[in-house]
């Protein structure tokens, strides 16, 4: 096995981790709140080490300084959003979500930036949207109303954050901001802004709560790095970096998902999976 194909499935391993560590945090009575704080401040402090963003790289970021405040709160909402999404929906949902959101992007490039559409982007967005309104898809009784609102409404949430955050990072780059440069100011304005959103709220903060957020870090770390790693050993197979990552996400995130956690899936919802796979197939070049 090849490098690159290596550093694809470390990404994917790593993507599905998060939300399992997300998940297990209920179990073990973790402050998810502290552990994202520390977890942005592991994030920042890798990104300074394995990264090394130059001088030069670190100055271009002030081209976009508006979009990196915009980034630094935005990463811990979407993070927050994640570990609800986790908790009320279930790994298969929200990492469903996560990956479909990568749509968003596309969608607002055609409607905000005057992006040309074509026939094929169009199907993929509409099944895209399909397999949300599927994936989401949730049968609750009529005395658990609010837990079947969570269901959906969290995962929607992922949808919109990590969409939204995309949509910001493409604009930095276009800005002319390095991408390492932009990444660790980034993390490090997140991690900022959580920890002064928890000074506000007075909480008490405990080593296992921080120490869980370090384990979380080195994650969510590995997942970007490895992601990265993965397009600089196949610079000539793009797509099979996108697609693997994508549909290994959502393929890995239901086995997990419905065999080690036990989370139902409808029919409804195994068919937006499916559909899922099939709209990410249809932006292949």
Known sequence: M?????????????SVSVAVLLKLARRYGIDVRQAIAANYAVTAALSWLMLRPSAAQLESASQAWGLLLALGVLLPCGFMAMAQSVRHAGIVRSDAAQRLSLFLPLLAAFLLFGEAITLRKAGAIALAFTALFCVLRRREPADAQGAGESAWLWPLGVWVAYGVV?????????????FSGALLIAFALAGVFMAGYLLTRRIAWQPRHLLAGVVLGV???????TYIRAHQALPDNPAL?????????????????????????????????????AAILLMLP
């Open 166 to 178: 995309d949509i910001l990072f493409k604009q930095v780059a276009k800005a002319g901001a390095a």
């Open 219 to 225: 994650a969510n770390f590995g997942n970007i790095v």
């Open 2 to 14: 090849t490098p690159g194909l290596l550093y694809l499935l470390a990404s994917v391993g790593f």
């Open 241 to 277: 970096v996108f697609s693997t990552m994508n549909m290994g996400v959502i393929a890995l995130g239901t086995m997990v998902g419905a065999l080690a956690f036990r989370e139902p899936l409808s029919h409804v919802n195994l068919l937006g999976l499916v559909l899922a796979v």
